[in-house]
């Protein structure tokens, strides 16, 4: 059996591919746009004719630099969660399709709860579980709102295999990021952000048909509009999630010498 730190090598010495860009010019003014209006669902796909329920919406009537891939990523960052511990992958991509025409769409990026460390804290995720989320972005021709829809979970950790907690571990995530998204303002890299939240019923459905490990939801689905608070726009000034829309944040440089140390490890291990 190979050790877990070998794995952990391995996998950060592969970095997962970048991520397209996503222009926002021809973008419809709308809060979101119903999926199931247009062929699609507020399930994702999860294998097997089950689905993760999409419970938080970002509204297309955010910041404009919320919803961008960089935006996003420092947004979810303000609210304790990070991109995936060395942007290593542990689950397989799940596809939603949102109703804009565009048909199932992979995920566009996945986040996990960074226990107070943006660049270490989601390896203790990764270890021994907690919050995380899928973004899907609805920017298709039927409905470019630019909303941003997230499957929101609870999970085990990583010798569960990520199970989402039973018993409620999507209702429980989503009530976990919505509590921290509106207990005041949140800050990260040069930017406050306001959100106000607003319950959709009728869009999931209530119980646990269809859903993903047979867990029951109640739903509901959290609209949140998310502005950009500070006086003077960050964006203005040049801050660098704002004009890219960067997956991973440039790491500290101790993180950088660790996975090149594993990555020299796993180099020599296999000489
Ligand atoms: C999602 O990603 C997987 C693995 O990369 C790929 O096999 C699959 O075709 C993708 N699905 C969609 C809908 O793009
Ligand atoms: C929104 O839904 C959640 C979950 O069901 C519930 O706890 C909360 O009280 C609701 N908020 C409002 C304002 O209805």
Redesign the pocket.
């Known amino acids: 059996m190979l050790p877990f730190s070998l794995i952990v090598a391995v996998l950060s010495c592969f970095p997962s591919r970048a991520l397209a860009s996503h222009g926002l010019s021809s973008r419809a003014l709308l809060t979101f746009a119903s999926p199931l209006d247009g062929g699609g669902s507020m399930l994702n796909n999860a294998g097997g004719g089950l689905g993760e329920p999409l419970n938080v919406i970002i509204s297309g009537l955010s910041s404009p630099n919320v919803l961008t891939n960089g935006g996003i990523l420092n947004y979810a960052r303000s609210l304790g969660f990070s991109n995936e511990c060395f942007n290593v992958h542990l689950g397989d991509p799940q596809s939603a399709n949102l109703g804009d025409g565009n048909g199932p769409v992979n995920q566009t990026i996945e986040l996990r709860q960074d226990f107070g460390d943006a660049a270490f804290g989601t390896c203790f995720e990764s270890l021994i579980g907690g919050n995380h989320f899928r973004v899907y972005r609805q920017n298709g021709p039927k409905a470019n709102t630019g909303a941003l829809f997230l499957a929101v979970s609870h999970e085990e950790d990583v010798s569960q295999h990520h199970t989402i907690s039973l018993p409620d571990g999507y ?1 429980n995530g ?2 976990l990021l ?1 509590a921290a998204a509106t207990a005041g303002d949140t800050f990260f890299d040069g930017a406050l952000y306001n959100a106000v ?3 959709v019923t009728g869009l999931l459905p209530v119980g646990a048909v269809g859903i993903n490990h047979n867990i029951p939801i ?3 689905a ?1 609209l949140l509009t998310v502005t950009i608070a500070n006086a003077f726009d960050p964006c203005a000034n040049g801050v660098s999630w704002c004009s890219s829309a960067p997956h991973t944040m440039m790491p500290q440089l101790s993180t950088i010498a660790f996975s090149v140390m594993l990555c020299m490890f796993m180099a020599f291990s296999l000489l």
């Open positions: 209702d989503r009530d919505v939240a607003q319950n109640d739903g509901v959290v």
